[in-house]
């Protein structure tokens, strides 16, 4: 059983940081990614940034230059580090896997983690 663990939310005021934290474990192959979204209340959950199987790494215009993924894939450990956070950058953040269900296949599936609340406010 695939399990997402997300830490490191909390409370910041505006223009600090936070590093959030996912650790994958369990029997995972075909991994194709790991990365994170966020949602916050009434909203459609929304793309963060993801890292490849090959160490490929993209980021949501709206966070690019302030937050950064790290970490790798072979590991099933990734990170985000979110610097000069801003009120509209609170929501709940989830962490993401995306794998085939078998070698080779266009069948994929999703994992999510149970999320880790970030809220910037003064």
């Known amino acids: 059983q695939v399990q997402l663990v997300e830490s490191g939310g909390g409370l910041v005021q505006p223009g600090g940081s936070l590093r959030l934290s996912c650790v994958a474990s369990?029997?995972?192959?075909?991994?194709?990614?790991m990365g994170w979204y966020r949602q916050t209340p009434g909203k459609e959950r929304e793309w963060v940034a993801s890292m490849t199987s090959g160490g490929a790494s993209n980021t949501a215009d709206s966070v690019k230059g302030r937050f950064t993924i790290s970490g790798s894939v072979a590991s099933k450990t990734v990170y985000l580090q979110m610097n000069n956070l801003e009120p509209g950058d609170t929501a709940v953040y989830y962490c993401h896997l995306l794998r085939r269900t078998r070698p080779f296949s266009q069948q994929t599936m999703d994992h999510w983690g149970t999320g880790t609340l970030v809220t910037v406010s003064s």
């Open positions: 369990g029997s995972i192959s075909n991994i194709i990614g």
